[in-house]
Each structure stands twice: as C-alpha cells, then as structure tokens.
C-alpha cells in the first residue's frame, strides 16, 4: 500500500508562485509514476503534470506548460510542483497520486492512479 502527503497549498496572488510538495510512504518504484491533478471549484479532477522518475519522463497538461515544473526526488518518495505565474484559474485543491501502470502521455487518465493523497488547497487572488 502506498500512502501520499502533500503540503505548501496556500494563498498568492496572480503572478506570483507555490511548491506543493509531496511524500510518499509504502512500495513506490522507480518506474512508477507519481503525479499531481487538480479539482477546480465547480469542476471534474484533472491532470496537471507526472513524472516517471526511471526514465526521465514527465508530461503536463497544456494550461499549466511554461508555468508549472515537476520534479522528483527518488530516494524520499517525493514530487513537487513549482507553480510560476499563477493564475486565478489555477485555484482549486491539488492532489497527489500514484501509478504502477501510467506512462507517457497515459499519465493524464486519472483511472490508472489507485492511490491518493487527500490534497491542498491553493488559492489565487487577482
């Protein structure tokens, strides 16, 4: 079983930054993809970026490109999310979740994601 953590929602106003971190406890493998959806308010979960640390790969969702960096840190169990220029749209409350099946551009199909983290909020003021 897995469990995630995550911390460092919080409020900012627009343009300005976050980092959401995430720690993982349980059997998370190299190969395994950890990645961060978001709920806005009124809407459905969605991808905002994954990585899938063995390989090197990471995939973000186009509304967050240029903006957003997800990184990974293997030996804590970790992903975080640099959030840059911050938009009201970006309020909502971000999850982390894990994949042993994700890959590639599959990470954005919250279905193959079995274990979550119970999110943080992040608000954005402009």
């Known amino acids: 079983q897995v469990r995630l953590f995550e911390s460092g929602g919080g409020t900012a106003q627009a343009g300005n930054s976050l980092n959401l971190s995430c720690i993982g406890s349980g059997r998370i493998l190299g190969t395994d993809v950890l990645s961060w959806f978001r709920q806005r308010p009124g809407e459905e979960r969605e991808f905002v970026a994954g990585s899938r640390n063995s390989y090197g790969v990471t995939h973000y969702a186009d509304s967050v490109k240029g903006r957003f960096t997800v990184s990974r840190d293997t030996a804590r169990n970790a992903i975080y999310l640099q959030m840059d220029n911050l938009k009201p749209d970006d309020t909502g409350v971000y999850y982390c979740?894990?994949?042993?099946?994700?890959?590639?551009?599959?990470?954005?199909?919250?279905?193959?994601?079995?274990?979550w983290g119970q999110g943080t909020q992040v608000t954005v003021s402009g």
């Open positions: 979740a894990h994949s042993s099946t994700a890959y590639g551009a599959t990470m954005d199909q919250g279905a193959r994601y079995v274990y």
